[in-house]
T-cell receptor
Framework: GAGVSQSPRYKVAKRGQDVALRCDPI?????LFWYQQALGQGPEFLTY????????KSGLPSDRFFAERPEGSVSTLKIQRTQQEDSAVYLC??????????????FGEGSRLTVL | GENVEQHPSTLSVQEGDSAVIKCTYS??????FPWYKQELGKGPQLIID?????GEKKDQRIAVTLNKTAKHFSLHITETQPEDSAVYFC?????????FGKGTRLSVIA
């Protein structure tokens, strides 16, 4: 596709359920990022991949959060035993840049997670 | 790590007036400063960026200025139009990829 695609766009989960959010980056983009955006706030960094390697996961808030990108393309963010504080929009972004220079990030429209 | 502060949090201007949004950063090693625009229900989109080897960059009605000594950078939008209404985020690179400010909600009143 032409842009970053995320699914599902909306997800409602009961507290304690596991959820999986998918990101399909722009073809050929090496770098992939996950951000969490709470209502009325800026995006907060979660984790970063370069190809299939997860180079930075320092932003993951707890061990309930797990991300993977096994073939260096599609990525999945998994949240186990969801809590109400996990409610947010989860943004995926990709970039053709590598190394320390991020360059332009191309964001998807996000997956809005609501935990009841 | 990098800390980015953004002001104001909300801004209302009359159509045709100018809007200015300011950000400060903490890491003197940062050398790349982008601005993103986020419309309702969409992901952020890059509108302009500046690197530390220049002090100002313009693109039509949008400009960004950078003061490395004071560690602040600003977004200037001239001749504002209703379609400029959105949330704007500044960002700076930290030890982890891009740290974003909390955003400024700009409303352009026709």
């Amino acid at each position: 596709g032409a842009g970053v695609s995320q699914s599902p766009r909306y997800k409602v989960a009961k507290r304690g359920q596991d959820v999986a959010l998918r990101c399909d980056p722009i073809s050929g983009h090496v770098s992939l990022f996950w951000y969490q955006q709470a209502l009325g706030q800026g995006p907060e960094f979660l984790t970063y991949f370069q190809n299939e390697a997860q180079l930075d996961k320092s932003g993951l808030p707890s061990d309930r959060f797990f991300a993977e990108r096994p073939e260096g393309s599609v990525s999945t963010l998994k949240i186990q035993r969801t809590q109400q504080e996990d409610s947010a929009v989860y943004l995926c972004a990709s970039s053709f840049m590598t190394g320390g220079d991020t360059g332009e990030l191309f964001f998807g429209e996000g997956s809005r997670l609501t935990v009841l | 790590g990098e800390n980015v502060e953004q002001h104001p949090s909300t801004l209302s201007v009359q159509e045709g007036d100018s809007a200015v949004i300011k950000c400060t950063y903490s890491d003197s090693a940062s050398n790349y400063f982008p601005w993103y625009k986020q419309e309702l229900g969409k992901g952020p989109q890059l509108i302009i960026d500046i690197r530390s080897n220049v002090g100002e960059k313009k693109d039509q009605r949008i400009a960004v200025t950078l003061n490395k000594t004071a560690k602040h950078f600003s977004l200037h939008i001239t001749e504002t139009q209703p379609e400029d209404s959105a949330v704007y985020f500044c960002a700076a690179p930290g030890n982890t990829p891009l740290v974003f400010g909390k955003g400024t909600r700009l409303s352009v009143i026709a």
